[in-house]
């Protein structure tokens, strides 16, 4: 059974920095492409990253490109996304996704999905 | 920038009604790389619909999308109590275009 489990959220002031992680089971991590997309309270999903299953590829949103970084461990199934420069407008759940196929580049639908973790941007 | 507009932003059915939620993108979308989610309170995403008309694993045959090009489709042929939900329309053709549409709340009348 494919399992994301995320961590690393919590409450952060304007300007701060988090570690978000995830670990993942049931699948060989080191084959998919990986995806952060995140979710303002109340508010639709927005992509936010995308890694390829080496590592050596990596994709961002405009909204958060210079500011977080992606990133993946393969020997100890984990990707990672470093969050700087925090704003308001950050303040969302961030899931950590796995594409439903492994493909060159990141065209796969997301099959599945962590139950997310929280970043509050607030001082 | 690719752009998915969905309509209409709330539905509002009755269990054992028909729903039909529209997603139209600003440019035609290649390979037909168009997904639907649904989405319930609390809850993280599920993938109902890829390739534009393909169920995903488990969803039930109640569910159907359908279109190409520009102009997509999800048909919830008789609503059941857990469907309603919000269902958003994601286009995955590109890495410069992994974007949702602002979703469809399917609510009960």
């Known amino acids: 059974e494919v399992q994301l489990v995320e961590s690393g959220g919590g409450l952060v002031q304007p300007g701060g920095s988090l570690r978000l992680s995830c670990s993942a089971s049931?699948?060989?991590?080191?084959?998919?492409?990986m995806h952060w997309v995140r979710q303002a309270p109340g508010k639709g999903l927005e992509y936010v990253s995308a890694i390829s299953n080496t590592g050596g590829s990596t994709d961002y949103a405009d909204s958060v490109k210079g500011r977080f970084t992606i990133s993946r461990d393969n020997s100890k199934n984990a990707l990672y996304l470093q969050v700087s420069s925090l704003r308001a407008e950050d303040t969302a759940v961030y899931y950590c996704?796995?594409?439903?196929?492994?493909?060159?580049?990141?065209?796969?639908?997301?099959?599945?999905w962590g139950q997310g973790t929280l970043v509050t941007v607030s001082s | 920038e690719i752009v998915l507009t969905q309509s209409p932003a709330t539905l509002s059915l009755s269990p054992g009604e028909r729903a039909t939620l529209s997603c139209r993108a600003s440019?035609?979308?290649?390979?037909?790389?168009l997904a639907w989610y649904q989405q319930k309170p609390g809850q993280a995403p599920r993938l109902l619909i890829y390739?534009?008309?393909t169920r995903a694993t488990g969803i039930p045959d109640r569910f159907s999308g359908s279109g190409s090009g520009t102009d997509f489709t999800l048909t919830i042929s008789r609503l059941e109590p857990d469907d309603f939900a919000v269902y958003y329309c994601?286009?995955?053709?590109?890495?410069?275009?992994?974007?949702f549409g602002g979703g469809t709340k399917v609510e009960i009348k």
């Open positions: 996704v796995r594409p439903r196929e492994r493909v060159i580049g990141f065209t796969a639908p997301f099959e599945f």
């Open positions: 049931g699948f060989t991590f080191s084959s998919y492409a």
């Open positions: 440019q035609s979308v290649s390979n037909s790389y």
């Open positions: 390739g534009a008309s």
């Open positions: 994601q286009q995955y053709g590109s890495s410069r275009a992994l974007i």
